[in-house]
């Protein structure tokens, strides 16, 4: 999940590198809501993982 919000992030860069406005914002929308997406889901399986097992 994480590589994808890496990966629009670039495409936004190298699109607003070149001028395209629309598609950089896009790509950068689209990387801010999986970067949250991947945040949530680290925490939740942090706290889930710190979970001592019953004998």
């Given at each position: 999940?994480?590589?994808?919000?890496?990966?629009?992030?670039?495409?936004?860069?190298?699109?607003?590198?070149?001028?395209?406005?629309?598609?950089?914002?896009?790509?950068?929308?689209?990387?801010k809501?999986?970067?949250?997406?991947?945040?949530?889901?680290?925490?939740?399986?942090?706290?889930?993982?710190r979970?001592?097992?019953?004998?």
């Amino acid at each position: 999940m994480l590589y994808y919000t890496i990966v629009f992030f670039v495409i936004a860069l190298i699109a607003a590198f070149f001028g395209f406005s629309g598609i950089a914002a896009g790509a950068v929308s689209i990387a801010k809501i999986l970067f949250f997406v991947f945040l949530v889901m680290a925490v939740i399986s942090l706290l889930l993982g710190r979970r001592a097992p019953t004998p």
